[in-house]
């Protein structure tokens, strides 16, 4: 069955960096698009990043880009986002999902950036 | 602020019918399908609707989706305690080049 399962996540000093990864598996990764979609606390879903099934096209939401990088290791099947001078308001739980329509997502790992 | 426009709650009694809206501009959901989530407190979102009113496989026929123009709906019918939980819309935007949300409904089932 198809599964997405991220990890990486932490807490992180405001400046910081951090890097969450998705493995995927039950489905051909290669043939997919993927995007990253975030959540802060107590809020709406927020589209964060796509990746396009080869690895070009990219795209990123205006509140990110410049800061974060999306990549992906097909042979590996997994997706990356590496998130530099991280701020406080990129606290969220970060969920990679399959698509769209994201049909798939994953269980989501958590991201807090404090002092 | 979202871009894709829909109230902030919604409620009803068990076996009622409600509907949640969903509004956006030329670029999103006149121009592209529209999908709804489902997301219970703590879990990731569940695909509900894809394409405006399709459903996926295991998706029960009490929920159903409809679009016209620029707005579009959710509709749940024979409301069940455990249909209580948020509910968001999304959209392709062609001028972004990107998905765009909605703020999300919280529906409460009284």
């Known amino acids: 069955q198809v599964q997405l399962v991220e990890s990486g996540g932490g807490l992180v000093k405001p400046g910081g960096s951090l890097r969450i990864s998705c493995a995927a598996s039950g489905f051909t990764f290669s043939d997919y698009f993927m995007h990253w979609i975030r959540q802060a606390p107590g809020k709406g879903l927020e589209w964060v990043s796509y990746?396009?099934?080869?690895?070009?096209?990219?795209k990123y939401a205006d509140s990110v880009r410049g800061r974060f990088t999306i990549s992906r290791d097909n042979a590996k099947k997994s997706l990356y986002l590496e998130m530099n001078s991280l701020r406080a308001e990129d606290t969220a739980v970060y969920y990679c999902?399959?698509?769209?329509?994201?049909?798939?997502w994953g269980q989501g790992i958590r991201v807090t950036v404090s002092s | 602020q979202s871009v894709l426009t829909q109230p902030p709650s919604a409620s009803g009694t068990p076996g009622q019918r409600v509907t949640i809206s969903c509004s956006g501009i030329s670029s999103n959901i006149r121009s592209d399908t529209v999908n709804w989530y489902q997301q219970f407190p703590g879990t990731a979102p569940k695909l509900l609707i894809y394409s405006n009113n399709q459903r996926p496989s295991g998706v029960p026929d009490r929920f159903s989706g409809s679009k016209s123009g620029t707005s579009v709906s959710l509709a749940i019918s024979g409301l069940q305690s455990e249909d209580e939980a948020d509910y968001y819309c999304?959209?392709?935007?062609?001028?972004?080049?990107?998905?765009?949300f909605g703020g999300g409904t919280k529906l409460t089932v009284l």
């Open positions: 990746i396009s099934s080869r690895g070009s096209p990219k």
């Open positions: 999902a399959r698509g769209p329509p994201y049909d798939y």
């Open positions: 999304a959209a392709w935007d062609d001028g972004l080049n990107g998905p765009v």
